[in-house]
């Protein structure tokens, strides 16, 4: 990432990512930013009781339903691909009031995370967010247009070929002129890290 001038770097509050995110800001040449942002709504999904068990004592049938934001399949004490995509998003929201127009930030977080705001720039529907093959230590790039609201996403080459062909996607990553801000999500390295990073 230190091909990158980033104003701002933000992470989720799990330490692998809050890792990562400190091994990118030692990496800024010129950066003020003497530490990075932590955002409560960058956490990884939080899976409640399914937590610790696998695909199998979960139930096929459950995590299809779970998948397709059935919301009656949501784990006890968990959340819903809903209701993680609301909290992300804000998340965003908040770290794009703080960046200036033609300037770039990071988020190292996780990889559902990196689902919910690629599938939100891509107009995605949240049920089909699931599909995304992100590979850890990736790094995936949004321009967000400060006047129209349009979101330009930036992926690499993981991303499935049937989203190629279905979604916009635009070539370059980088800083662009003012009318444009730049978000760049990367997973982090340890367990499972994501950009805009994912753990």
Known sequence: MKQFDLQHVAASPLTRAKFGANEVLTRQANSINTQIQVYEGFTELDRGAWCGKTKEEIGSDMMARFDACDESATPEGGESYPQLKE????????????????????????????????????????????????????????????????????????????????????????????????????????NSFHFPIHT
């Open 87 to 190: 909290r992300v998003l804000a998340a965003r929201d908040q770290l794009l009031e703080i960046t200036d127009c033609g300037r770039a930030s990071v988020v190292v977080s996780h990889l559902q995370v990196t689902r919910s705001m690629l599938s939100d720039a891509l107009s995605m529907p949240t049920e089909e967010m699931y599909k995304f093959k992100i590979a850890t230590a990736s790094v995936a790039c949004v321009d967000f247009n400060t006047e129209t609201g349009e979101q330009t996403a930036n992926p690499p080459d993981y991303f499935p070929p049937w989203t190629r062909d279905r979604f916009p996607l635009h070539p370059s990553p980088g800083t662009d002129s003012c009318g444009s801000t730049k978000l760049i999500a990367n997973t982090p390295i340890t």
